[in-house]
C-alpha cells in the first residue's frame, strides 16, 4: 500500500471512528468534523481518485443519504459524513459504504425493536414500515422530529446512532473482497 491509498484511507479512517464515537456517545455528529473533512478530501483529490471523482462521491453520498434526512430518519450529521466520505472514496466505494451501512443499520434497528415490541410487534411496525415507503405519497416528514426523540430518557432503546453504521460499513467495505471477484 503506497501513500497515495494509506493517508486518505488512514484520514478517512479516523473520521469515521471520531463521528461514531460521538453518535454512540451523545447522537451528534458534528460540522467541526465533517465540513473540514469534506473541504480536505476535495482538496487533496486531485493528488489520490481525482478531482472529478471526488465531487461525484460526495454528491453521491449526499444523494444516497438526504432523501432518508427528508423523511426523519437520519440526521444532518450523517448526510455530512456520507458526503465527506464520498469526497475521499468515490463513488463506487461510497456506494458499498452506503448499501453495507444500511444492512448494519437495519440489523440494529431490528435488534432494538424485537427488544421494545417483541416479535409480533415488530412484525406489525415493519409492515407499516414497508407500507409507507413503498406510498410516495405518505413520504412526509414525522410530526416527531429527531431532535426531540435525541433528547428522551430512553433514547438508546429507540435510535440507531447511523454514523455509527456508516463507520462499520466503511470498515467492512475495507474488508470485503469488491463485487464482481
Known amino acids: 500500500m503506497d501513500a ?3 493517508v486518505p484511507l488512514l484520514a478517512v479512517s479516523c473520521v469515521a471512528i471520531a463521528a461514531a464515537v460521538t453518535d454512540l456517545w451523545k447522537f451528534k455528529v458534528y460540522n467541526a468534523l465533517t465540513l473540514p473533512a469534506l473541504g480536505v478530501g476535495l482538496l487533496v483529490s486531485p493528488f489520490t481518485i481525482g478531482l472529478p471523482a471526488s465531487v461525484f462521491g460526495a454528491a453521491v453520498g449526499f444523494g444516497l443519504l438526504v432523501v432518508f434526512f427528508m423523511l426523519g430518519g437520519v440526521g444532518a450529521g450523517d448526510v455530512k459524513l456520507l458526503t465527506a466520505l464520498g469526497a475521499w472514496l468515490g463513488p ?9 451501512s444500511a444492512m448494519a ?18 412484525g406489525e ?6 407500507i409507507r415507503l413503498f406510498t410516495p405519497c405518505l413520504w ?3 410530526k416527531v422530529q429527531l431532535d426531540v426523540e435525541v433528547g ?8 440507531v446512532p447511523y454514523a455509527a453504521m456508516i463507520c462499520v460499513g466503511f470498515f467492512m467495505t475495507l474488508v470485503l473482497p469488491p463485487l464482481g471477484s
Open 152 to 159: 428522551r430518557v430512553d433514547r438508546r432503546k429507540r435510535l
Open 92 to 100: 463506487l466505494a461510497t456506494l458499498y459504504v452506503f448499501g453495507l
Open 4 to 6: 497515495h491509498t494509506f
Open 125 to 130: 411496525e415493519l409492515a407499516n414500515l414497508s
Open 140 to 142: 412526509k416528514r414525522p
Open 105 to 122: 443499520g437495519g440489523v440494529y434497528a431490528l435488534g432494538l425493536m424485537v427488544r421494545r415490541n417483541g416479535l409480533i410487534g415488530t
